[in-house]
């Protein structure tokens, strides 16, 4: 079945720590590629979208993404994990065959700072 | 320039009663969507609208609906409330044309239903 998945509910690191956030999809072709962040009691922010090209991707607050087709991955990184970082990320896909702005989220990581 | 905006942000209901949450884009955002989020099923996609049309849908029952004004503000109602409807919807908007893009999305309006 379609979908997209990430694997870590929950991840602890320490202030200053790297972080890496795992997400894998499950589509015949490439989707579009989104990580949204969602703190306590807001919406979501768009950190980074892949669509093509460049599969190294930087996008807001120092965040960055690689994509990797032959492991269908798209997992975020931070070099040094501060501790306004702690939030939940969501990873996100437009289907290729939606046609419309139909995504679908990943069941989203909670990310836990360590002063 | 102002981000969306969802109205109202809190709203307690009871079982039966029916709910309508409003949605106003980012100006010159002509797509909406809705989005239920819950602990148990995460993000789930309900419908987008796009120039008052709905484009797509999600799996929800009849009882979740929606529709978009000319001006691409957009509503949803839920009929006939169930303790399950209670949720965090989410509204998000964008450009809605020229291939894939960025969601904006609003605060939220959190339904709970008792």
């Known amino acids: 079945a379609q979908s997209v998945t990430q694997p870590d509910i929950h991840i602890t690191v320490s202030e200053g720590a790297s972080l890496e956030l795992r997400c894998n999809y499950s589509?015949?072709?490439?989707?579009?590629l989104f990580w949204y962040v969602q703190s306590p009691g807001q919406g979501l922010q768009l950190l980074l979208k892949?669509?093509?090209?460049?599969?190294l991707v930087q996008g807001i607050k120092g965040f960055e993404a690689e994509f990797k087709r032959s492991q269908s991955s798209f997992n975020l990184r931070k070099p040094s994990v501060h501790w306004s970082d702690a939030a939940e990320y969501f990873c996100?896909?437009?289907?290729?065959?939606?046609?419309?702005?139909?995504?679908?989220f990943g069941t989203g990581t909670r990310l836990k700072v360590l002063a | 320039k102002a981000g969306v905006t969802q109205t109202p942000r809190y709203l307690i209901k009871t079982r039966g009663q029916q709910v309508t949450l409003s949605c106003s884009p980012i100006?010159?955002?002509?797509?909406v969507s809705w989005y239920q989020q819950t602990p148990g099923q995460g993000l789930q996609f309900l419908f987008e609208?796009?120039?008052?049309?709905?484009?797509n849908k999600g799996n929800f029952p009849g009882r979740f609906s929606g529709r978009q004004f000319s001006n691409s503000r957009s509503e949803m109602n839920v009929s006939t409330l169930e303790l399950g409807d209670s949720a965090l919807y989410l509204c998000?908007?964008?450009f809605g044309t020229g291939g894939p893009g960025e969601l904006f999305f609003g605060e939220g309006s959190r339904l709970t239903v008792l």
């Open positions: 998000a908007s964008s």
């Open positions: 589509y015949g072709a490439t989707p579009y």
């Open positions: 892949y669509f093509s090209g460049d599969t």
């Open positions: 996100a896909v437009d289907p290729p065959t939606s046609g419309t702005y139909k995504y679908i």
């Open positions: 100006s010159g955002h002509r797509s």
């Open positions: 609208y796009f120039s008052e049309t709905q484009r």
